[in-house]
């Protein structure tokens, strides 16, 4: 995802029905990349992002319009997880 700025559409905090845990889902949208144009894809699209155990619930309406920018760290079995995000002002 390198190169790629997300700007944060919205987001959802909700409970999950299996176990009721509290979860957030964070939505953002992205310039489409010369990849995605190869796919066919043109445009903008949007990528849903579940946020971590430590910042579900911490999102306020001010987010909305910033840049999101995702960290990660390697999970179980080596695959990326996220590990965090920082939010700093759209430019």
């Known amino acids: 995802m390198d190169g790629v700025k997300f700007q944060v559409l919205g987001f959802r905090d909700f409970n999950r029905k299996s176990d009721n845990k509290r979860l957030t889902i964070l939505t ?3 310039q489409c990349t010369p990849a995605d144009n190869s796919r066919g894809i ?3 699209k949007s990528t ?6 430590d910042k579900v619930g911490t999102l306020t309406v001010e987010c909305i319009g910033q840049e999101f ?3 990660y760290s390697l999970g179980g079995f ?3 997880v996220m ?3 920082v939010l700093k002002p759209w430019k």
């Open 28 to 30: 953002a949208i992205s």
């Open 42 to 44: 043109f445009g903008n």
């Open 48 to 53: 849903d992002f579940f946020l971590p155990d």
């Open 69 to 71: 920018i995702p960290e």
């Open 78 to 80: 080596g695959r990326p």
């Open 83 to 85: 590990s965090g995000f």
